[in-house]
């Protein structure tokens, strides 16, 4: 109901007056004009003059008993505010400080002194008026809930004021009882403008390094290196006075960032246009320079929020590079990451890892290894991939998986008929019994806590290793005694790969462990036709040699009879929005079924990127998503709480049904494409 309309309805005495006046005048002119020099308009003058007479009285009696009104309603408020003593030198009306008293239902002025009608900017006092007529959405739930202190502060012409108040029972006439707030408005305009001016003037830490530095300067002059490093200068050196802050190189590749807080939440705004303005730099082949930017904001100094900026850049640099992460007290901000991943790992590298988890390994008592949950091919291909390592090292070894939630049966089934590994596979119930305090926990094709096979079992493992392919999540394992996340591998298998090489004989390696080595990298690179790179083939061409047969690989990839009829029927709801083929079939689609549909819908011409989403099994819904063109389908998965790299990702779509997850999936990727 509008404020006009209540008004309406809520007539005081006086407008009762007005409408008497008003028929006063009205009878007057009728007998006047109308009926002049006739009888009945001689009764009708006598009439008015009558009623005039009546309304004068009426207009003393409410004047005299509004001010008395007022009066003891004065007395009652100072002798609820102060002692006996205090009020015969105070007086309310003279407080300093704004004070108005109002009804809490709704919010309707009972009495106000003279400073809260000036704050309000109201000429004149106005008891007809209501708390909400000055400040929208006011009322007096937070006086109702006990509270004294209104949640946030409120503005008034300008100016802004802390709100503090008590209720008190009004029954002071023998009218009904009511409750009536009082508040008192302290003005806090300068202080909170100190405090806004030390929040937006705190140390903000930055750290930028140039991700493909070695491609940019490989095989070229010093004049070239020069030219390459002048321009990516001179556009730091622009970019820095326009935010004005300070940029310093630290190393040929790495950049040091100090701005005050205000300016990066204009950055923020413009989404960094920094790290487009830098791949504008190109060298003389023609690679673009990409850089990754870690910045630390909300910390106490500047110590800390370098550590930050530390950590927001290792983070960037692991999600595949080319953005910028934010990091706060609670949290990752992700900016950019729409380009390619840029490939760090080396043969060093790999060599480094692999020298790195055999001592692990060997200086433990037993080794778990465990991949996510609803485990696939390239999860149990990696996890047999450490338990070579950790066989021909002599130490025992164990598989964690839920046998009854897995894609990757065949697989299990196969392993178990070797006798190396048919004791190899247990539950985690199992797992968390047998290990100790030397045990080694090896978490492999994820880096996020939330989605291992068993979260309990990475809580009570001091000692874990990470090995992944997927970028980086704001969620990782922390402080993990081994990282080796490279987004740009193909798969956790191709780096499970790698390893074996560094630390093994090709002779050691068992057919088995090979085939399911090499059925992971089947999987994740949908037989070697995307996310493939010269490292794949490799890794590919080293397990061929190692004894894997390609035709039982392929028959590790088959699907049954009834997997592909369901998968078929999920690609009949398929529809085409901005270039993504969209799949939403009615009924309730597990997530193997899920994937499946969407790596066949990429076969359609003009597809660059598929999601199917369905109904999962209690509740909700699931979305899987891929990609072969530019699109990053971790960042449209990201926005719905899920995860994966740029091809492949997924997310889990908790207490949401149909209609509303595919407004979600349109709504993030318009957000993408805008």
């Not at 487009?276 to 800390?304: L, N, P």
């Not at 990451?337 to 480094?352: A, D, F, P, Y």
């Not at 964690?400 to 048919?422: C, F, G, H, S, W």
């Amino acid at each position: 109901m509008n404020k006009n309309l209540r008004r309406l309805i809520d007539i005081n005495a006086g407008v009762y007056l007005i409408v008497m006046c008003v028929f006063v005048a009205v009878t007057f002119c009728l007998g006047h004009f109308a009926l002049a020099d006739t009888q009945a308009g001689w009764i009708m003058e006598i009439l008015a003059a009558v009623e005039a007479v009546a309304v004068m009285v009426l207009l003393v009696v409410y004047y005299f008993t509004t001010k008395k009104r007022q009066k003891l309603l004065e007395t009652y408020i100072e002798s609820v505010m102060y002692d006996a003593e205090n009020a015969r030198s105070h007086t309310l009306m003279n407080f300093p400080l704004p004070i108005a008293v109002f009804h809490l239902e709704d919010t309707r002025i009972v009495w106000a002194n003279e400073e809260f009608f000036k704050v309000c900017g109201s000429k004149g006092k106005r008891f007809d008026a209501r708390m909400s007529d000055f400040l929208d959405d006011f009322s007096g739930k937070w006086l109702s809930e006990g509270k004294t202190e209104f949640p946030t502060l409120l503005e008034l012409n300008g100016r802004r004021y802390r709100v503090h108040g008590n209720v008190v029972r009004h029954d002071f006439d023998d009218q009904d009882a009511t409750f009536l707030g009082i508040t008192y408005w302290v003005d806090v305009t300068d202080y909170d403008d100190i405090r806004i001016e030390y929040e937006q003037s705190r140390p903000v830490a930055g750290i930028l390094l140039i991700d493909n530095y070695e491609e940019l300067t490989k095989n070229q002059p010093d004049k070239e290196r020069n030219r390459i490093r002048d321009s990516i200068e001179e556009k730091l050196s622009a970019w820095a006075n326009d935010c004005k802050g300070i940029v310093r190189r630290l190393d040929r590749d790495r950049y040091l960032v100090l701005l005050e807080k205000r300016n990066l939440a204009s950055m923020k705004q413009d989404k960094f246009h920094v790290v487009e303005a830098i791949r504008s730099v190109e060298s003389a082949a023609g690679i673009a320079v990409t850089v990754s930017i870690g910045f630390g904001e909300d910390a106490q100094d500047f110590s800390e929020a370098l550590q930050f900026a530390e950590m927001a850049a290792e983070l960037a640099v692991s999600r595949g590079g080319d953005q910028v992460v934010v990091k706060n007290r609670l949290s990752f901000e992700f900016y950019g990451g729409r380009g390619g991943e840029i490939e760090k790992r080396t043969k060093v590298k790999s060599r480094v890892m692999a020298n790195t988890l055999q001592s692990l390994i060997e200086d433990s008592s037993r080794v778990f290894v465990m991949g996510h949950r609803y485990s696939d091919l390239d999860a149990i291909g990696a996890a047999v991939g450490v338990c070579c390592v950790a066989r021909l090292s002599g130490i025992r070894y164990n598989i964690v998986v839920d046998e009854n939630n897995t894609a990757a049966k065949p697989l299990i089934d196969r392993l178990k008929t070797v006798p190396e590994y048919r004791n190899v596979f247990i539950s985690p119930q199992d797992a968390i019994i047998h290990a100790d305090g030397r045990s080694l926990l090896v978490v492999v094709d994820t880096n996020r806590p939330e989605q291992v096979e068993d979260a309990d079992l990475l809580d009570a493992c001091n000692r874990v290793a990470v090995i992944d392919h997927h970028r980086v999540a704001a969620t990782y394992i922390h402080n993990a005694a081994l990282g080796f996340i490279e987004p740009y591998a193909s798969s956790a298998c191709e780096l499970l790969t790698e390893i074996i090489q560094e630390i093994e004989d090709i002779n050691s390696v068992l057919k088995c462990e090979a085939e399911a080595l090499l059925s992971g990298i089947a999987l994740d690179t949908k037989n070697f036709t995307i996310r493939t790179g010269e490292r794949t083939f490799d890794a590919g061409a080293y397990l061929r040699r190692a004894g894997a047969d390609t035709a039982e690989v392929k028959k590790l990839l088959q699907s049954d009879l009834e997997d592909t009829l369901a998968k078929y029927r999920v690609l009949q709801s398929a529809q085409i929005y901005r270039g993504v083929a969209i799949a939403m079939p009615d009924q309730v689609t597990g997530r193997i079924i899920a994937a499946k549909a969407a790596d066949e819908l990429l076969n359609i011409s003009g597809v660059e990127a598929s999601i199917v989403v369905a109904p999962a099994e209690g509740g909700g819904c699931i979305a899987s998503a891929r990609s072969i063109g530019e699109m990053n389908m971790q960042l449209i998965m990201e926005k719905l709480g899920g995860g994966g790299n740029r091809s492949a990702a997924a997310a889990q779509l908790k207490d949401v049904d149909a209609p509303t997850a595919r407004e979600m999936i349109l709504r993030a990727i318009d957000e993408y494409l805008s």
